[in-house]
């Protein structure tokens, strides 16, 4: 009869933790555009493209009268570069990684890319962790590992538009 | 005689204002000493360290062997844990992140080593000594980790 009471106990107990646990049922976007620069000359192989974001989010969430606390997770759902046509056959693949002071880098979008692209649809990683909590900091960066196949006197720009989805709850 | 000390007034002035503007030890962070080029002891790769903001980086520049055997093509991040991430070449690839440099302690910390042959991830404190860098990789507990010794590699300008 104990063991019983016990199992109902910690069942109900479970199914407490588990109603509690905040769910989001609601998301809208969040659109960053940013021009990430490597200072040239550059040369052949991986050079880092780079731009310190200031991210209105907090901003915007006001705006939409969503509260921090009310968002569970921020997740990149889509990245597009845009390249200058007088590079377009240069760049060979787009390595995307954000980060901030407080946070640890992490890749978020890869692509190879094709001759002749002017835009280049990156894919988003599947893993993605304190996308939240980077946003939020104070000072956040986004990174552009991009190999390029010669050397480059010029800088190197890549126009990016990056789309995120912040999940939240209702109050 | 008003002249000659004016002149060395002067010229004393211009040397303290010289000897803190030009050298770029002066306006340098100790931590920046571990920006450049090394190698690990394997030999088997170059890493670029580089500072991006407050923290400090390192990539994969050069590759011994830069083709895998098993499909011909450049090696990529095959044991990446996100399936999506895999493509991610190696040439290229950050495997050194985050580190802070503690002028105390003279080591840069916090930060991670990741290992592309196995696909895992390490804690890992850097410590430099004499253009040597003592890289240690851990989990959980530093004692319980291993050492590996990184050497620099000089750069020839290109003209």
Redesign the interface.
């Known amino acids: 009869m104990k063991i019983l009471q016990s199992s109902i106990l910690v069942f109900s107990l479970l199914s407490l933790m588990v109603a509690c646990t905040p769910e989001a049922n609601n998301s809208k976007e969040f659109t960053i555009n940013t021009v990430l620069t490597a200072s040239g000359p550059l040369?052949e192989?991986?050079n880092?493209c780079?731009a310190?974001i200031s991210s209105n989010i907090a901003e915007y969430i006001k705006e939409n009268g969503i509260t921090k606390e009310q968002i569970v997770d921020v997740t990149l759902t889509s990245a597009a570069a845009t390249i200058d046509t007088s590079n377009l056959n240069l760049l060979?693949?787009i390595?995307l990684?954000v980060?901030s002071?407080n946070f640890?880098?992490q890749?978020v979008a890869?692509a190879?890319v094709e001759d002749n692209s002017e835009k280049v649809d990156l894919?988003?990683?599947?893993?993605q962790e304190q996308l939240k909590a980077i946003l939020f900091d104070g000072?956040s960066?986004i990174?552009a590992?991009a190999?390029i196949k010669e050397d480059l006197d010029d800088d190197l720009n890549l126009n990016m538009e990056l789309v995120f989805s912040i999940n939240y709850h209702k109050k | 005689m008003k002249k000659i000390i004016t002149l060395i007034g002067a010229l004393a002035l211009l040397f303290t204002i010289s000897s803190f503007t030009s050298s770029p030890a002066s306006v340098q962070d100790g931590g920046d000493d571990i920006i450049g080029l090394w190698e690990p002891s394997n030999g088997k790769a170059r890493v670029k360290i580089?500072k991006?903001?407050?923290?400090y980086?390192g990539?994969i520049?050069w590759l011994r062997e830069p083709i895998d055997p098993a499909t011909q093509k450049p090696k990529v991040d095959k044991n990446n844990?996100?399936?999506?991430?895999r493509?991610?070449?190696l040439?290229?690839?950050?495997m050194l992140?985050?580190f802070v440099y503690d002028e105390e302690s003279k080591e840069w910390s916090g930060g991670?080593i990741y290992d592309p042959e196995s696909g895992s991830l390490y804690s890992c404190v850097i410590t430099m000594k004499n253009d040597v860098l003592d890289i240690r990789g851990y989990v959980g507990v530093k004692a319980l980790g291993r050492t590996d010794t990184w050497k620099r590699i000089k750069i020839k300008k290109?003209n």
């Open positions: 040369f192989g991986s880092t780079q310190e060979e693949s390595n990684q980060f002071d640890p880098m890749n890869f190879n894919e988003v990683a599947d893993v000072k960066y990174i590992d190999t | 580089e991006i903001g407050s923290k980086y990539k520049v844990e996100d399936e999506k991430m493509n991610v070449p040439r290229g690839y950050r992140k985050d991670t290109k």
